[in-house]
T-cell receptor, first 114, second 116 residues
Framework: DQQVKQNSPSLSVQEGRISILNCDYT??????FLWYKKYPAEGPTFLIS?????DKNEDGRFTVFLNKSAKHLSLHIVPSQPGDSAVYFC?????????????FGEGTQLTVNP | SAVISQKPSRDICQRGTSLTIQCQVD?????MFWYRQQPGQSLTLIAT?????????ESGFVIDKFPISRPNLTFSTLTVSNMSPEDSSIYLC?????????????FGPGTRLTVL
């Protein structure tokens, strides 16, 4: 049972344009969501997070949107840069019921073309 | 954030042997986690390791196969026992940093294990 799903295995965008990465979840107990970026041969790097009490969180070029009714979140990167090319994972936790355990999506490979 | 190191960074092992992976953090943390990323797949939590208590294992993972030690607040080890080729994965440790309204896990660089 895949509770966190990233349906797009890959995404290609032009430098300077917006990248939108999507994530869907099924567990209504999830109350905290995170996005990570992963380069080959490195561990995941934390990007941005959002609590279920919010619907938007912004940090520089990165914005995460949460639609609880649709059980959907998205990460917007604008403007996209070639250095953003990496695999992006969304993750979720149900802190009130399951503590800090993270459930990850399958990842989306983002390629930003110069 | 947190500075996390893992040893070894990679290894190639023979089936039936065991490998112990070390995770060192630059400051004291309460909760440490061990994940596995099999080829082409996502990260899966193996267990949660708190200092002074037994590790808590996720469904599908057992202590006999993945014994964990947590001797202090900056260090943990994960052993992959009696290895088979199916254990070939990247093994990652992570720690949780608690902030105002945020609890974030930070990951080490990973240990790439190949079992022949």
């Amino acid at each position: 049972d895949q509770q966190v799903k990233q349906n797009s295995p890959s995404l290609s965008v032009q430098e300077g344009r917006i990248s939108i990465l999507n994530c869907d979840y099924t567990n209504s107990m999830f109350d905290y969501f995170l996005w990570y970026k992963k380069y080959p041969a490195e561990g995941p790097t934390f990007l941005i997070s959002i609590s279920s009490i919010k619907d938007k969180n912004e940090d520089g070029r990165f914005t995460v949107f949460l639609n609880k009714s649709a059980k959907h979140l998205s990460l917007h990167i604008v403007p996209s840069q070639p250095g953003d090319s990496a695999v992006y994972f969304c993750a979720a936790s149900a802190k009130l019921t399951s503590g800090s355990r993270l459930t990850f999506g399958e990842g989306t490979q983002l390629t930003v073309n110069p | 954030s947190a500075v996390i190191s893992q040893k070894p960074s990679r290894d190639i092992c023979q089936r039936g042997t065991s490998l112990t992976i070390q995770c060192q953090v630059d400051s004291q943390v309460t909760m440490m986690f061990w994940y596995r990323q099999q080829p082409g797949q996502s990260l899966t939590l193996i267990a949660t390791a708190n200092q002074g208590s037994e590790a808590t294992y996720e469904s599908g993972f057992v202590i006999d196969k993945f014994p964990i030690s947590r001797p202090n607040l900056t260090f943990s080890t994960l052993t992959v026992s009696n290895m088979s080729p199916e254990d070939s994965s990247i093994y990652l440790c992570s720690v949780e940093r608690t902030g105002v309204g945020t609890d974030t896990q930070y990951f080490g660089p990973g240990t790439r294990l190949t079992v022949l």
